[in-house]
Every structure is written in structure tokens, then in C-alpha cells.
């Protein structure tokens, strides 16, 4: 506890990665560490649905806190290098309205330092990044640095960014031009993480403008990897990437 009787972020932080241990499988910690691609993140191995049931306490503890106050103890889960306390800390900033409009784009690229795998870099884009450009905290011009960064993972989360423009259930109502000047960018990107990203930038805005995506394959159809135009082109026509009919 504080002197003011305030338990610090870092304490809270450290009762996370506790309850995260007790939760942790040695199986998926083995598959995660072969499939998220080499991390430098500790990766425990939870399972998600444990991880919804540490996460909500935390975020009821500090409903009634300050904006200041949750981005403390986001910053403490993050300064665990713990791969799920990453993930429940970007969670924890997406799910407060008000903590995501007082971000700006030095505290989302803090936030993001250090993201190395794919999981890492999906939730910071769908829950932090993302919002925070979607409602004007990060402007198109710091998406497209990242977009030209030598960091493979700045490229694939200024693709991840775009799906909350898009997609409802992350609050998008759509926007075509912005998502395209960022896959435009990247359309000839050839490491895999990016290219996947394409594809799911692409995928989510079929369901907005089914027509632009397709003028977009036909105009970069030379340079797109394949992945991005087969599981674009199956989304555009049965409605899922593997191409499978509904």
C-alpha cells in the first residue's frame, strides 16, 4: 500500500502476473512461444477465458478511477514483459472511453514499445492504437510513419489500426479512402506478419465497400502477395477467407 492507503500500480501489476502463473498451461505456453513467432516477452500460456476472468475485477477496481490512474497500472502491467499482462493492460485502456480520447500519439507509441509478436501487436492495434486514430488522437500521418517504419511490427499495426474504422463492433462506421492509403502503402510488403495484416484490413472493409476492395486487388493484383488476394477474393465471394460457402 501507498502512504495514502492506495495500493501502487506496480503492486497491482504484480498480483496480475500472480494470478496469470496460477493460471498458466504448459501446453499452450509451448505452442504460443512456437506460433506468436520469438518473443522477448515472458509468455505464461494462459488461456484466454482465464484471462477475461482476471481482467474483469481489475477493470471494476478502477471503474470509478482517473484516466491518469488506468494508464498507471497499464504501464505497470507492461513494464512486467509479461505477454498476457500486455494483453489484459491494452484491454484495460480500450475498454475506458475516456482513457483512449485523453491518449495522443507519444503515449500510443509508448504504449506500443516493445509489441514483438503478432498477438501482441492485434490487441494494441484493435483496442488502443486503433480507436485512438478513429477518433482523431493519432492523426493519417503518424498511421502512414508506421506504415513506412523498419519495424515489421509499426508495418502490420498500421494495418490492424484500420479495423476499427471499419468494423462496428469496434465502433468503426467505415472509411474506405483512409483504410486503402494504408494497404496502398504495404501492398507489396513481403514478410508474412504484414501480409496477413493486408488481408484482414482488406477483409473487414469488403463489408463497407465490397466495390473498392475490389477495384483495390485489380489495380495491385501484381504486387499483392498471394494470401492477400486468395482470401480477399474468397471473402469478396462466399463471404469467409477459406472460401468455403455459407
Known amino acids: ?19 496469470l502463473a496460477r493460471e498458466a498451461v504448459p501446453e499452450r505456453r509451448k505452442h504460443a512461444e512456437n506460433g506468436y513467432a520469438p518473443s522477448a516477452l515472458e509468455i505464461l500460456g494462459v488461456p484466454a477465458p482465464a484471462l477475461r476472468r482476471i481482467l474483469g475485477p481489475l477493470g471494476s477496481s478502477l471503474r470509478a478511477e ?14 512486467t514483459r509479461v505477454h ?8 484495460l485502456v480500450g475498454k475506458r472511453k475516456d ?8 503515449t500510443v507509441e509508448e504504449l506500443g514499445a516493445g509489441n514483438d509478436n503478432w498477438a501482441s501487436v492485434d490487441a494494441f492495434g484493435v483496442y488502443v492504437a486503433g480507436p485512438a486514430w478513429r477518433d482523431g488522437k493519432v492523426t493519417d500521418a503518424d498511421v502512414r ?6 519495424d515489421r511490427w509499426w508495418r502490420r499495426t498500421a494495418l490492424v489500426v484500420t479495423v476499427a474504422l471499419n468494423v462496428p463492433s469496434r465502433g468503426g462506421s467505415g472509411d474506405a479512402p483512409r483504410t486503402l492509403s494504408i494497404c496502398e502503402i504495404l501492398a507489396d510488403d513481403p514478410e508474412p506478419m504484414v501480409a496477413k495484416a493486408q488481408s484482414w484490413a482488406l477483409r473487414a472493409l469488403v463489408a463497407v465497400d465490397a466495390t473498392a ?10 504486387e ?7 482470401e480477399v477474393r474468397n471473402k469478396l465471394e462466399t463471404g469467409l477467407k477459406s472460401g468455403r460457402k455459407r
Open 84 to 91: 498476457e499482462s500486455r494483453q489484459i493492460a491494452y484491454e
Open 224 to 230: 499483392l502477395p498471394a494470401l492477400v488476394k486468395r
Open 1 to 19: 500500500m501507498s502512504g495514502s492507503g492506495r495500493t501502487s500500480a506496480a503492486a497491482i501489476a504484480t498480483s496480475i502476473v500472480e494470478a
Open 66 to 79: 482517473a484516466p491518469e490512474r488506468v494508464l498507471e497500472v497499464a504501464r505497470a502491467l507492461l513494464e
Open 99 to 106: 482513457v483512449v480520447r485523453g491518449l495522443d500519439r507519444l
Open 213 to 222: 476492395v475490389r477495384a483495390f486487388l485489380d489495380r495491385r493484383a501484381d
Open 145 to 150: 510513419a508506421w506504415a513506412h517504419s523498419a
